[in-house]
């Protein structure tokens, strides 16, 4: 559909359309579990891009990694709800329910539509974050882009987004010690670039299986 001139196209539209047609990589790479990092890349990651300018809202956010953490030790599945219990938690106050009108980024480059069965089809997204066959990197990759692309509150997605690519991976027990590289622009009609993204999330997730290996013979 070609959209009204003037009006940004219906960017999540683009990401329904490519998402079960990227080609997402192979890895057989390896990670390190069952030992906290040295160093939590997500808390860094929070810490060095927020907290110069808004110290109350990193600790919040820094609040709601720890119950991201928490709930993957316990194995819950990732669901809106689980999502929105963050939410509230970053934003710091009790209303988190998913938009009731269209959202725009980008400086209203990217527009995400709404239509009725917009949350049931970003809740089945978020079912298939534990999909069997499809390598972890590839699974935290997906996840954080539908979390981007469907926008799903008011404000704050990209917290929301590394808080679900976070839980994706604690829930297999995987550390991360670096998170600063996935810190770009995404579009949501770049099948190339979510590829891209996953490679990405497997060179650092055997990075740093190799430091922390490397960290206990030394």
Request: with cysteine; proline share 6%; hydrophobic share 45%.
């Amino acid at each position: 559909m070609t959209p009204e001139p003037g009006r940004p196209k219906d960017s999540l539209a683009d990401w329904l359309r490519i998402r079960t047609k990227i080609s997402w990589p192979s890895w057989r790479g390896t990670c390190l579990t069952s030992e906290a990092p040295a160093r939590d890349g997500f808390r860094d990651f929070f810490v060095a891009t927020r907290d110069g300018r808004d110290g109350e809202g990193t600790a919040r956010v820094l609040t709601a990694l720890d119950l991201a953490f928490a709930d993957a030790e316990q194995g819950r599945p990732l669901t809106f709800a689980l999502m929105a219990k963050w939410q509230r938690t970053v934003l710091g106050h009790g209303l988190a329910g998913f938009r009731t009108m269209p959202a725009f980024a980008k400086s209203g480059r990217e527009r995400y539509g709404l239509a009725p069965d917009t949350r049931a089809r970003f809740e089945r997204c978020l079912s298939e974050s534990a999909q069997p066959g499809l390598p972890l990197p590839s699974l935290a990759a997906r996840i954080y882009l539908d979390s981007l692309f469907f926008h799903p509150f008011e404000d704050a997605n990209g917290r929301a987004a590394v808080l679900a690519l976070a839980f994706v991976l604690a829930r297999e027990g995987v550390v991360l010690d670096q998170v600063h590289p996935l810190q770009t622009t995404r579009w949501a009609d770049d099948a190339e670039g979510a590829a891209d993204l996953a490679v990405l999330l497997g060179i650092l997730l055997t990075a740093a299986a190799r430091r922390r290996s490397h960290g206990r013979q030394s």
